[in-house]
């Protein structure tokens, strides 16, 4: 194991050389994951910083907007505990279920609203994740129990010409005797606007 850490702080970054790892010395290694965990947080804030500057300059006014709308197309036994949109690596959109709602078996009525950015022209990466839990009772009260977790990601390139609508769509596919966790399912799709 020790081996281990040393190769991977090595490979992941300059390692100091007068570290002895055969002794045990898990607060350098600490202190290096610590290091890391930092340049991560600081690049994420730059990104951040600089997407706010962009707005606020108005430079990104010539950016295609991007809107994406979730579609929820699964049956009342499936309740959205979380909704996910992730852009470039970067959190852009999340919603939850508050807790006081999320057990109401009576209710199933979703808040996720449409989420509006710009991006540069170009290629992105686009990733959704969707969590489930199950909502159901009586003879099929175990189902409250599942937790079902959806992902997808695509690659999407946009052009400085239109606007862009991202509809994302969940699903159910599979007959009766299928898994419940498996029945679940997601897509992304995609279409221009023009300007």
Known sequence: MELFLSLLISLCFSADPSANFKTGDASFAQAEVDKLKDAVLNKKLQIRMFQEILESEGINQSYPKITIEFGNR???????????????GVRS??????????????????????????????????????????????IFSYLSEYKVQMQQKKKLKFTKDNDYKILVQAYEKGGLLSDFKEKAKLSIAFQEISK
């Open 93 to 138: 959109y999340f919603y939850q279920t508050p807790d006081t709602e999320i057990r109401k078996v009576s209710s199933v009525k979703e808040n996720v609203e449409s989420y509006e950015t710009t991006l540069a022209p170009g290629e992105h990466d686009i990733q959704v994740i969707v969590n489930y839990v199950g909502n159901d009772s009586g």
């Open 74 to 88: 699964l049956g009342g036994r499936y309740r959205i505990f979380s909704v996910e949109y992730i852009i470039n």
